[in-house]
């Protein structure tokens, strides 16, 4: 009896690796993807995954009435000089909901995708610009809904996770696999979004599409890029995407408001990291309003997310799949 409950377990954690790497062999199924596109990975992708530690556990948390309140307890706080150089004030002007949630978080950084000036940030926790990188999102404006839309979702999210994407595979609606590996580059951050679990920042082989909307859904910045940002990510890290002016034009005619948070202004200070070349930390007002942003390289937005995916096709959590051809 014992034997046969043996074989019974072997049989079952056997099946359960089976289906866990499912079409990651690249010649079984491959995996649909909510951008439009499949991805044959192999069985080394999945086990490249980096999980890159436990989330670190919540601070007490800081619940405010109102943006007042908000803007006292920053002015208050033994930061206070940290927080005026940074952007969680002029966040909370436009959604006291992400300044709130930014105050809580336990990490030391967070990322803003900024659909109006196509930039990918990192600031840290007071809000201060550590590095910004170029970047390419979706085709179409307007946050993600469903499957196939050829869009970027929108809102407050966080990481999910870092996979080593080098030998990635892309394969079309067609059901034709691409050869060439490394169209996402080195690393995928993928981004852990209610109701969608392949869309990421990812980096990419054609690195002349940045700066324009040419993606399947995804963010594309370049390699030498994604290598230095995925080195500061942590799992669980708060990673805002943005809207444009014409993304937030298509979501208020659809009815979604999403709202477009600042990431520039005269006060926001940037900040070098240990290593850098110049240490100090100098104020900058690099950056024109959002308002004066090129059409070809902007939109701009700021707000909670809770609709968004609620349409959107998924597929399983535990696979790296992507969605973003290149």
């Not at 949630?101 to 967070?110: G, K, Q, V």
């Amino acid at each position: 009896m014992r034997q046969i409950l043996l074989h019974l377990l072997r049989t079952a954690l056997a099946l359960a690796i089976a289906v866990s790497l499912g079409s990651c062999t690249g010649y079984a199924s491959s995996v649909s993807s909510d951008d439009d596109g499949y991805l044959a990975a192999d069985s080394a992708g999945v086990l490249a995954e980096v999980m890159i530690g436990d989330a670190p556990s919540e601070p007490d948390s800081l619940h405010f009435a109102s943006l007042r309140e908000l803007r006292s307890f920053l002015a208050s706080s033994p930061e206070r000089d940290n927080y005026a150089q940074g952007i969680i004030g002029d966040i909370a002007g436009v959604s006291l909901r992400y300044a709130e949630r930014l105050l809580n978080s336990p990490y030391e950084y967070f990322i803003v995708v900024d659909k109006q000036r196509m930039k990918v940030i990192l600031f840290d926790r007071y809000g201060r610009e550590v590095r910004s990188y170029g970047m390419a999102c979706a085709k179409n404006y307007g946050t993600k809904h469903k499957k196939g839309d050829f869009r970027t979702p929108e809102g407050f999210f966080k990481v999910k996770g870092v996979y080593n994407s080098t030998d990635w595979l892309f394969t079309d609606d067609e059901g034709r696999t691409s050869q060439k590996k490394g169209q996402y580059g080195p690393k995928f951050i993928r981004l852990d979004i209610p109701g969608i679990t392949q869309i990421g920042i990812h980096g990419t082989c054609a690195p002349w599409s940045i700066g324009g909307r040419s993606s399947h859904g995804c963010i594309r910045i370049k390699n030498e890029n994604i290598l230095e940002l995925a080195s500061m990510v942590k799992k669980g890290m708060p990673v805002i995407v943005s809207p444009g002016k014409r993304d937030m034009a298509v979501n208020r005619e659809e009815g979604y408001d999403i709202p477009a948070i600042p990431t520039t202004g005269h006060h926001v200070a940037t900040v070098s990291l240990p290593g850098d070349s110049e240490l100090a930390m100098t104020e900058t007002g690099a950056g024109d309003e959002v308002a004066g942003t090129p059409e070809r390289t902007a939109d701009g937005g700021s707000t909670d997310t809770a609709r968004v995916g609620e349409s959107s096709d998924s597929t399983s959590a535990e696979q790296p799949v992507v969605v973003d051809s290149e």
